[in-house]
């Protein structure tokens, strides 16, 4: 569990790292690897990936659109992409309450 939890934090704050050398790549390294932690998170003991992928997802939209879509009219699609990302989040993690607690507790 301390591996798990010490490795996620290094993986998700390394996309932020390689962003000083490489400025387009951050944003899709922290991406993908948001996106696969969440998609470990599905396997069964697990669940703990699912905290270090919202994270990730929390961090690197944001970065992305306002990498990608630079200019005035960016902050709708980052206000709606965002948002989307944040509640989408929020439901999965709140219907994976009860698995939280059983695999947390073993």
Known sequence: LLVEAVGGV???AGAAI??????AFAPLFG????????????VPGRVLMSLFGSI????????????????EGRA??????SGAVIVAV?????????????????
């Open 56 to 71: 990730g997802l929390l961090v690197n939209v944001p970065w992305a659109i306002t990498y990608y879509f630079p200019g």
């Open 76 to 81: 709708p699609l980052l206000i709606l992409a």
């Open 31 to 42: 991406l993908i690897t948001a996106i696969t932690f969440i998609v470990l998170a599905t």
């Open 18 to 23: 390689t962003g000083v050398q490489w400025e």
């Open 90 to 106: 929020a439901v999965w993690l709140a219907r994976m309450g009860g698995r939280f607690r059983s695999e947390l507790r073993s």
């Open 10 to 12: 290094l993986i998700v």
